[in-house]
């Protein structure tokens, strides 16, 4: 008997309503498999609407009921499965768990071993469950995807954001020139973050300061999105993390639309910015386990400044 835990599960599809803080049965590492005693996880907008959160598949499958939310995960490891040889107990750890598994809102998740990587020392836990998802989303658009080099012009959208505070960091960390829309509030705030330019985007219209960018990377989508053709030079590259860009007639750019990926090597090149005080990974507020279903509940109805953090031990 392995035991159980406390965790936070949901035994059918919704939203924050239907999560309850509950006993379960603590999970046991298969081959592969690190068991990863949490510290911190993370929750991310729009996650209990995902078919992966839900179903044994990205776009839809079989529903794998109950499920325990929140992907991005700060712990220590408890228990190696077989074969795995790169970690030992007691190891500071972190990662982005894959989006069909449960995940970290409990005090120990499984994690495929390939897809963690050994905790930034300069972090406590609360920040660097802050940076799996929303800090390999901006690593994997910006350098991956749009191929960012020193000295390119890229806007931002989105700067105060959990993903778009990380983008305009490791945008200026790789040597570009960073502008980025913002709330009127925020605009010190994202300049504090390594922006050459801040544009409140409810006062000004961003398309009549920005011309000839090299990326636009966008967290916002919609009619932003739409408009952010008009500021890209011929070549350009629009990368979209919440919907497919839908280029005009006639246009000279690169469109891309990713769902980001569990990836070490990825946190690595995260880590490495940390140490090198590059990048900070912007929380809101922490709050404790139990309090999960509130926490996914304000990511419907507030804004923020970075990620709301779950607490666990």
Known sequence: MNGTMRAVRGHRRGGPEELIY???PKPVPVHGDV???VRAASVTPGELGWDATWTDGLDGGSPRLPVVPSKEV???VAELGHGVTEFRPGEAVYGLIPFTRDGAAAEFVTVPAGVLAAKPGSLDHERTAALPLAGLTAWQGLADHAGLTSGARVLVHGGAGGVGSLAVQVAAALGARVTATASAGDLDFVRGLGADEVIDYAGQRFEDEVKDADIVFDTVGGDTLARSWEV???GGVLVSVVEPPEPPAGADARAVFFVVEPDRAGLEELTALVEAGRLIPQVDRIVPLESAPG????LE???RRGKIVLRVS
Not at 295 to 298: I, L, V
């Open 35 to 37: 068991l990863v005693e």
């Open 295 to 298: 926490a996914y509940a304000a």
């Open 232 to 234: 890209l030079r011929p």
């Open 74 to 76: 700060s712990g220590v």
């Open 22 to 24: 509950e006993d379960a």
């Open 301 to 303: 109805r507030e804004h």
